[in-house]
């Protein structure tokens, strides 16, 4: 099992910014690819961005698009999303994953899930 834990989440002004952090701790944790979903009041969840493993392949939702910019930490067991430039609509709560394949979380579905951290975008 693989477990996540987000953080960072919180409340800001439109065009400000936010960084969330998402912890992966478990036994079976191996060459996972990590990502961030979101999901706004009444809307499906969403894939915001995706990076896998040895970094080297990064992709992002085209509604967060030289906004937003994924990272790993050395160790490659944490995740971070540096949210720049926010918006109302990026409003929702965001989702950590964690897949064996990056192509799982670019598809919309992961194999493990974070709890969620709530972003609040205020106009």
């Known amino acids: 099992q693989v477990q996540l834990v987000e953080s960072g989440g919180g409340l800001v002004q439109a065009g400000g910014s936010l960084r969330l952090s998402c912890a992966a701790s478990?036994?079976?944790?191996?060459?996972?690819?990590m990502g961030w979903f979101r999901q706004a009041p009444g809307k499906e969840r969403e894939f915001v961005s995706a990076?896998?493993?040895?970094?080297?392949?990064?992709k992002y939702a085209d509604s967060v698009k030289g906004r937003f910019t994924i990272s790993r930490s050395n160790a490659k067991t944490t995740v971070y999303l540096q949210m720049n430039s926010l918006k109302p609509e990026d409003t929702a709560v965001y989702y950590c994953a964690a897949a064996t394949l990056i192509r799982t979380l670019i598809r919309g579905t992961s194999d493990y899930w974070g709890q969620g951290t709530q972003v609040t975008v205020s106009s």
């Open positions: 990076i896998n493993w040895y970094e080297d392949i990064t």
């Open positions: 478990g036994r079976t944790f191996s060459t996972y690819s």
